[in-house]
């Protein structure tokens, strides 16, 4: 039985403390069949983490709907034992997806209470642009330059990595078979 959920965080996406980034790539894949194959691929499978970010291990879905509908959410668990949470906020399939990323028990809970996160796929002729955009909330002022160097440093070569190892995989593989 899955685990209940912690409520998440109201987000204040007006304010000005997020520390943003956004990574693309164009993907040879229909935008129609992006998502589908995305939404369930293992997200272990491509955030292989950085020097400073460890490797995601697995999710755990919690209770509320299936993954992939608003209002989903799944604990995901990093390769030091650390965890946050995070739930799908907005759908508009195959664009795009909102999700938020809250209740980090790694060393980004100091300067982050959450983060906004998109994915949105725009159609380049046969061709996908995949955008990835992601803003992590700032606990105060103070905490906004040190987490705005990590976004830069660090978070940004995430989902860069990420980002790279999805489009290998699709563009080698298709989206009929998953990454392992």
């Given at each position: 039985?899955p685990?209940?959920?912690?409520?998440?965080p109201?987000?204040?996406?007006?304010?000005?403390?997020?520390a943003?980034?956004?990574?693309?790539?164009?993907?040879?894949?229909?935008?129609?069949?992006?998502?589908?194959?995305y939404?369930?691929?293992?997200?272990?499978?491509?955030m292989?983490?950085?020097?400073?970010?460890?490797p995601?291990?697995?999710?755990e879905m919690?209770a509320?709907?299936?993954?992939?509908e608003?209002g989903?959410t799944?604990?995901?668990?990093?390769?030091?034992?650390?965890?946050?949470?995070?739930?799908?906020?907005?759908?508009?399939?195959?664009?795009?997806?909102r999700?938020?990323?809250w209740?980090?028990?790694?060393?980004?809970?100091?300067?982050?209470?959450?983060?906004?996160?998109?994915m949105r796929?725009?159609?380049?002729?046969?061709?996908?642009?995949?955008?990835?955009?992601?803003?992590?909330?700032?606990r105060?002022?103070?905490?906004?330059?040190f987490?705005?160097?990590?976004?830069?440093?660090?978070?940004?070569?995430?989902?860069a990595?990420g980002?790279?190892?999805?489009?290998e995989?699709?563009?080698?593989?298709?989206?009929s078979?998953?990454?392992?």
């Amino acid at each position: 039985m899955p685990s209940p959920v912690p409520p998440a965080p109201e987000s204040h996406e007006a304010d000005n403390l997020y520390a943003s980034t956004s990574v693309e790539t164009v993907i040879d894949i229909l935008p129609e069949a992006f998502f589908a194959w995305y939404l369930f691929e293992p997200i272990e499978n491509f955030m292989l983490g950085t020097l400073i970010v460890p490797p995601i291990t697995g999710t755990e879905m919690l209770a509320g709907p299936a993954w992939g509908e608003p209002g989903s959410t799944r604990k995901i668990t990093f390769k030091d034992g650390t965890t946050s949470l995070e739930r799908i906020l907005s759908t508009d399939l195959p664009r795009s997806y909102r999700y938020q990323p809250w209740a980090y028990t790694n060393p980004v809970r100091l300067l982050s209470d959450y983060a906004v996160a998109s994915m949105r796929v725009e159609p380049e002729g046969n061709k996908s642009r995949v955008i990835w955009d992601y803003s992590f909330h700032s606990r105060n002022i103070f905490a906004k330059p040190f987490l705005q160097l990590f976004v830069t440093l660090d978070w940004q070569r995430n989902l860069a990595k990420g980002l790279k190892v999805v489009k290998e995989h699709l563009e080698t593989s298709g989206p009929s078979i998953r990454i392992r």
